[in-house]
């Protein structure tokens, strides 16, 4: 299987400051047409997981513009130009170059100073 | 607005089948060029993908179940289910289900809509 690797797992951010996360995977998620395999999720406090940015750097309707998905092959990062109180959770990244199955990373805690 | 919501027993003993179900409202019918998953969450851990189903019939699942899932739709009800066989405590989670833009064979992406998750609990 892929595996999914986050850095941090934990990371305390004072509101305005910008913060980044990044991913790593096992094996290359760039597909021959083109498009990383690669998706960013956030699980905020009680909630279910929101789509956050897809095929890398393709951000989700909705999403604030403050938030930017990029890298390629094997390693991304998920930015956010300025955290906002309402950014905290757990951030997810999450593979679908199925080999086998679709893997998601364990996990970024965002926590505000 | 798209709505998904998870239903079932929230307990299930050992050896047993866990079952859930999840209904799609809210202007997207199930047919739609769609792709419905499931994830689920151990309490206090991280995601696992389980399967898709496309409203085809067609399904893609996580070889790690061992074969001990199922999935199904039922276009006449907006809905498509989950049934995990020969559960364990291991099995215990709050189970997602969720609306996919894209998955075959080889390629997924985009779970762009989640129901709030069901919790089941496996024990005697």
């Known amino acids: 299987d892929v595996v999914m690797t986050q850095s941090p797992l934990s990371l305390p951010v004072t509101p305005g400051a910008p913060a980044s996360i990044s991913c790593r995977s096992s094996q290359s998620l760039l597909h021959s047409n083109g498009y990383n395999y690669l998706d960013w999720y956030l699980q905020k406090p009680g909630q279910s997981p929101q789509l956050l940015i897809y095929?890398?750097?393709n951000r989700a309707s909705g999403v604030p513009d403050r938030f930017s998905g990029g890298g390629s092959g094997t390693d991304f990062t998920l930015k956010i130009s300025r955290v906002e109180a309402e950014d905290v959770g757990i951030y997810y990244c999450m593979q679908g170059l199925q080999t086998p199955a679709i893997t998601f990373g364990q996990g970024t805690r965002l926590e505000i100073k | 607005q798209l709505q998904l919501q998870e239903s079932g027993p929230g307990l299930v003993e050992p050896s047993e089948t866990l079952s859930l179900t999840c209904t799609v409202s809210g202007g997207s019918h199930i047919t739609d060029p769609s792709f419905w998953g499931w994830i689920r969450q151990p309490p206090g851990k991280g995601l696992e993908w389980l399967g898709t189903?496309?409203?085809?019939?067609?399904?893609y699942d996580n070889p790690s179940l061992k074969s001990r899932l199922s999935l199904s739709i039922d276009t006449s009800k907006n809905q498509f289910s989950l049934r995990l066989s020969s559960v364990t405590a291991a099995d215990t989670a709050v189970y997602f289900c969720?609306?996919?833009?894209?998955?075959?064979?080889?390629?997924?992406?985009?779970?762009?809509?989640w129901g709030q998750g069901a919790l089941v609990t496996v024990s005697s």
């Open positions: 095929l890398g750097s």
């Open positions: 969720a609306k996919q833009g894209y998955c075959s064979s080889t390629t997924c992406y985009r779970f762009d809509s």
């Open positions: 189903i496309h409203y085809s019939g067609t399904t």
